[in-house]
Structures are given as structure tokens and as C-alpha cells.
């Protein structure tokens, strides 16, 4: 398969990891390698068989629709790194042609 | 040795109940057991580095308050006043998580995670947080951004990992107990090669709520502690339906501690997993836990080998599996609502700032999972990749099914190897993987599952661990089977494996 440089910019690019030339040199190689060990997964031959994405046969769990406490404001935004006027302050959202 | 050093080392040797005991009947307060344990951190820490963050104040002050209540006939916990070190991937309201992460440095949580939660209202003392690999991706906490934690039974080795922090910390008499998550192995591997006891509970068992999530559908917090019933007692209280976490189970907990209390095997059908084994085992490992299969036959219990032959498909069903899953949950880290943001210049974009704060802040591993998980998602590859790796769990999880129609629980050695060196592994991510081999089938499946010690190999003289596997919600019977394998093992050395723990380094 032989995953490259061009690649794995490509996937970091739609991660939003905006990795250095050397590092996408290093990783190309890395997750060439487990990605090949990883795609063993398709030796099993198994149409039939059902995916399973969790553990437990769990279905919707509902509670009822009651008033609760939230936290406060002021506790939601103390971890932000940048707030202004009760809100999260962002860097500009649109792009210079909008 | 004074007479002081004397007392501070008997109590740091104390088990968990023996020291609730004490705290109890008042024979010892809770403050001098927290004092004894800050002072041990102190110690020894320098060289382990278990721990991130140590607040003793407020561990002083709240083993303070477990005497007052204690004096005044007010009713507390079973492990009221016990020291306790948290891995820091689960919130505790004053103190940074920061899951060993650059993004997350100094982050201050705004609520208390359940488990930290019902700690706390059970009279625990959280001492302080546990070193960990970065977002618990790894097994050796190299990947920690913030250093690696030594393993205490020689410091240029690894402690294991995830969670190698809150195993070391036990093994070096710097906490009786800690909590630990295990999403392919995290609470078990550390504990084998560290020679402590590591449970994970049953999926949905204990709450997720609070444990900042790798992978959703595989995370479980667990109990760390040097003996069983230690780990009962802990894994009693953590446990337990939380209506915050819908993946909780509502269904009462598992007679934890009546089984860690019984040690009997007698009768009990106990499965070999032919495929965990052989090949790229060490001798040690292998020897010393047929010994221990031979000690459970010894006991009553009936040895069976069971197949299960999808096993081998484990570890790559895993590896597609986690970095999906880990891809979307850390999206979150966005340098929006919290943690580092880098590059806003006034002129950057928020996509941008996104992804010059997740260069920045991310390591290597934790952006290698990203990778692949954002690969194995992208449309044209899901099929063969995620969509195939789900239908392995699907037969994972048949493998137990038919195994537990005929035995009552499944044992195999806890990791191929004992303890590498820091630094061996750091550049072959798939020989790091390889350490989880044993432990990520219960994760994939969500049953029950944990790591006993069983002796050190006779090669490198390094701790081996005996993993027991049980159908879910039969959580008790990992227990029961630890509880009797440590009932003889201890008879036969005459002492707890950790007895043979080499001194650490500091005097004071």
C-alpha cells in the first residue's frame, strides 16, 4: 500500500495537525508499517458477520426531562484560553472572501 | 534507623484495610497515615516520578476531617482515611488534569469526575494525580509529556502503561491504593510488571463519567492496590450504576469483596487460552505461570485448555478500533473552550489556530493514533478497515461466549514479557503494541478482567503477572481466583512478593 509523505499531509490536513515536513518524513514509514500489520483485520472472511460497536447490548436510555443545576458561566468558561464578555472568544471563523 | 523511620516504614507497608483498622479504632489518625505517605512521596518520588501533582495540604486537611468525624461516632467508609493517588485522566476539582498532555497543561476541571466523586464521599485521601502516557496511548508511559515514571523494581526500566503511575506509586509504598482506566490493558499491564494487583471491571461496571474518554466503548476506570482484598474494597466503592455515564450498567455490584474474603477455587473451572502463549513469550513469564496454574489445580480448581482461535486478530482489530474511536474524542482539543491555543495572532483562522495548538500540543503517538484513526474512517477504506475490525469484535466476543460456556473464568500470563528498558521500544510503535497482546481481548469483549502477581522470572528477576478473564458482571470471580493464588503463593515465599522490592534510593 505504501502510505507517503503526501498522504499522511493529507489526513493530518483533515485532522487539523498541521505537521512539520520532518515529522510527516517519520511518521510515513510508522503508520505504513501498522497500517499493513493492522489490515489483517480482512483475512477474516466474514459477510455474515454482524459488527459490533460496543460491548454492551445497551438501547436509548432515557431519563426524565427535569430542571438540574449546570454549572455556572464563569466555571464553563475558567478553562478557556481566551473569553470575552461571558463568551468564548475565537480566532476569526470566515475566510477573507466571505 | 530511628525509631520514627521504624514507625513510617511499618505504616507505608500497611495494607489498605489494616490501615482503615488502625484509623478506626483511633490506634492511628488518618492525618499521621497522610503525613507518612507525603513524606515517603518526598522520598522516593524524585526517582519514580508516580505522581504530577501532590497537594499535601489539602490531603492533610481532609484526612483532618476523617479523625474529627472518627471522634466524633460519625459513620465513614471502609477505607475512611486510606491514602489514594488518582491517575490524572479522571477530573478532581482543584487540582489540573492534564491526561500527561501539553494541550491540557494546568487545565483546572470545573466538576469532579464520579469515581473522584464517590472517593471523596467514601472518606478516602487523594494524595494527588499519577503520572500517565499521553491520554493513556502507550504501555510504558514514555509517552507522558511531562517524563517517564520508573518502575521501583529497577528505575531504567519501564513501569508499564497507561497507567504506570498509579502502579508505581503502589509498588513503592507511596500509596496503598490508586485508580487506574484500562482501555487495552492500562490498569493490568502496569500492575503485572510492577507486581501489584490491576482490575478492570466489567464495561459499564464503574463510571466513565469524569475520565477524560481515549476510546469510548473500551475505557474502564479500576482499582490498583498491592493486595486483593485492597483491590475489593476499592473496586466496592467505585462501582456502581452512575445515571451521568449511560453506558453505566444498573445492576448491582458483584460480591467484590465476599469473593477476595473466600479465596476458594475449589471446584471452579479454569480455562488455558491456548493462543495467549509460546512464541514471543519469555521462559519466565511462561514459567512462572504454568506454576501458577499448577498452584490454582493444587487448590481444587479443574484445568481445562480452551481455543479461541480469533484471539490473534485482537490486537489489529484493536488498533483500528481505539484510533477511530480516539480520532473523534480528541476533536474536543481544539484550543476553543479550553487547554492551549497557539498562533492567535489576530490573523490566523480558528482552522488555523486548531491546527497549529494540536501540533503543538499533541506528542507523537497521540498524533500517530490520530492519523490512522482519521485513515481508517475515511470513506473508500471504512469497510476494510473500521467496519472489518467491528465484525472482529463481533467474533472476539463469540470466542468468550463459547469458552465461558464451559469454564467459569479464562487465565493467561498478563503481557508476554516482564518490564523493558526506557527508551527500547520508543521507536517501533508496533513492538510497543505488542505489550497489550493479552490484555485487550476483555476490552474488546467488556468482560471482566485483571492481573495478579505470581512471582518473579527467574531470568531478570522482574515481577510476572497472571491475568484471569470472567464473563461480565462476574467480576467476583477474578477474586476469587487472585485472592487464593495470593493466599498460597504468599505461604510458599514467606512474604508478599513486594517484601522482595529492592530499598529505594533516598534516606532520610
Known sequence: M??????????????????????????????????????????????????????????????????RPSLSRE???????????????????????? | MTLQQGAAAEIIRLTAVDLATKIKSRELSAVEATRTHLDRIADVDGEIHAFLYVDGERALASAGRVDAKIAAGEMVGPLAGVPLALKDILTYTGAPTT????????WLPPYDATVTRRLLDHDIVILGKTNLDEFAMGSSTENSAFGPTRNPWDSDRIPGGSGGGSAAAVAAFEAPLAIGTDTGGSIRQPAAV???????????????????????????????????????????????????????IDQPVPDVVGAARSADVAGMKVG????????????GVEQRFNEAVELLASLGAEIIEVSCPHFVYALPAYYLILPAECSSNLAKFDGMRFGLRVGDDGVASAEQVMAATREAGF??????????????LSSGYYDAYYGQAQKVRTLISRDFDKAFADVDVLVSPSTPITAFKIGEKVDDPLAMYMNDLCTIPSNLAGNASASFPVGLAPEDGLPVGLQVMAPPLADDRLYRVGAALEAALESAWGGSLLDRLPDLGAVR
Open chain 1, 2 to 67: 505504501a502510505l507517503t509523505a503526501v498522504d499522511v499531509a493529507s489526513l493530518a490536513r483533515l485532522a487539523r495537525i498541521e505537521l512539520s515536513e520532518a515529522e510527516l518524513e517519520v511518521l510515513a514509514p510508522q503508520l505504513d508499517v501498522i497500517l499493513e500489520s493492522v489490515a489483517r483485520v480482512s483475512e477474516v472472511a466474514a459477510q455474515d458477520i454482524p459488527p459490533t460497536s460496543h460491548a454492551l447490548p445497551l438501547t436509548n436510555v432515557f431519563r426524565e426531562d427535569e430542571l
Open chain 1, 75 to 98: 466555571q464553563v468558561l475558567s478553562g478557556a484560553p481566551a473569553a470575552e464578555q461571558l463568551r468564548f472568544r475565537v480566532p476569526r471563523i470566515l475566510g477573507d472572501e466571505a
Open chain 2, 99 to 106: 491526561c500527561g498532555s501539553k494541550i491540557l497543561e494546568g
Open chain 2, 194 to 248: 510492577t507486581g501489584t494487583v490491576g482490575v478492570k471491571p466489567t464495561y459499564g461496571g464503574s463510571s466513565r463519567y469524569g475520565l477524560v474518554a481515549l476510546a469510548s466503548s473500551l475505557d474502564q476506570p479500576g482499582p490498583c492496590a498491592r493486595t486483593v482484598l485492597d483491590a475489593a474494597l476499592l473496586h466496592q466503592v467505585i462501582a456502581g450504576h452512575d445515571p451521568c455515564d449511560s453506558t453505566s
Open chain 2, 272 to 283: 488455558v487460552v491456548s493462543e495467549l502463549g509460546g512464541e514471543g513469550y519469555a521462559p
Open chain 2, 363 to 376: 506528542g507523537a503517538e497521540v498524533k500517530r493514533r490520530i492519523i490512522i484513526g482519521t485513515y481508517a
